[in-house]
T-cell receptor, first 116, second 112 residues
Framework: SAVISQKPSRDICQRGTSLTIQCQVD?????MFWYRQQPGQSLTLIATANQGSEATYESGFVIDKFPISRPNLTFSTLTVSNLSPEDSSIYLC?????????????FGPGTRLTVL | RKEVEQDPGPFNVPEGATVAFNCTYSNSASQSFFWYRQDCRKEPKLLMS???SGNEDGRFTAQLNRASQYISLLIRDSKLSDSATYLC?????????????FGSGTRLSIRP
């Protein structure tokens, strides 16, 4: 399976600032995704990062708050803007592997964000 | 009602025991099913896909019951290292992550 790295692994940020998270994959992948996992909760999909076009956002998530870049098939960034304590969470990128409909997802190690 | 529901646990069982979890899903159009494992402060990792005919991987057996809309995970001869949260994942559509729904997880703790 693909090897996925994320930077930073954790950060503590002040309210009102922004954090950009990087996700690097060791192979070219078509589909890259960004998830949020709030404390004690399961994963929620934020958006699908599309190469060469704008990201596709899920209900409740908007581009102004979570701008995403996908400059090539191995890299994506997620920015969490205008931070508030409610943004404290783990942010995970993932890739989808397999050409069949039963695609399986593999996750990066996550970025733990704490907003003060 | 959540689209994918799991008993949050925790399940606390002795080493060597057999333990089973169920996960129910509400969308009958769901196409594919998975079990993921998540250790504390780690990312989820795919444990196994769940096929209609059921599948086994070592001590782990997964089954799908489409009629009753649930999937199950059975762990035999449990080890201390099996302690983790097990996430049920359901894909409502074809090749689209926006249709993937994660359950909230079942916590399993294996005691010596």
């Amino acid at each position: 399976s693909a090897v996925i790295s994320q930077k930073p692994s954790r950060d503590i940020c002040q309210r009102g600032t922004s954090l950009t998270i990087q996700c690097q994959v060791d192979s070219q992948v078509t589909m890259m995704f960004w998830y949020r996992q709030q404390p004690g909760q399961s994963l929620t999909l934020i958006a699908t990062a599309n190469q060469g076009s704008e990201a596709t956002y899920e209900s409740g998530f908007v581009i102004d708050k979570f701008p995403i870049s996908r400059p090539n098939l191995t890299f994506s960034t997620l920015t969490v803007s205008n931070l508030s304590p409610e943004d404290s969470s783990i942010y995970l990128c993932s890739v989808e592997e397999g050409a069949t409909r039963a695609n399986e997802q593999f996750f990066g190690p996550g970025t733990r964000l704490t907003v003060l | 009602r959540k689209e994918v529901e799991q008993d949050p646990g925790p399940f606390n069982v002795p080493e060597g025991a057999t333990v089973a979890f169920n996960c129910t899903y509400s969308n009958s159009a769901s196409q594919s099913f998975f079990w993921y494992r998540q250790d504390c402060r780690k990312e989820p990792k795919l444990l196994m896909s769940v096929y209609s005919s059921g599948n086994e991987d070592g001590r782990f057996t997964a089954q799908l019951n489409r009629a009753s809309q649930y999937i199950s995970l059975l762990i035999r001869d449990s080890k201390l290292s099996d302690s983790a949260t097990y996430l049920c994942v359901v894909n409502r559509g074809y090749s689209s992550a926006s249709k993937i729904i994660f359950g909230s997880g079942t916590r399993l703790s294996i005691r010596p």
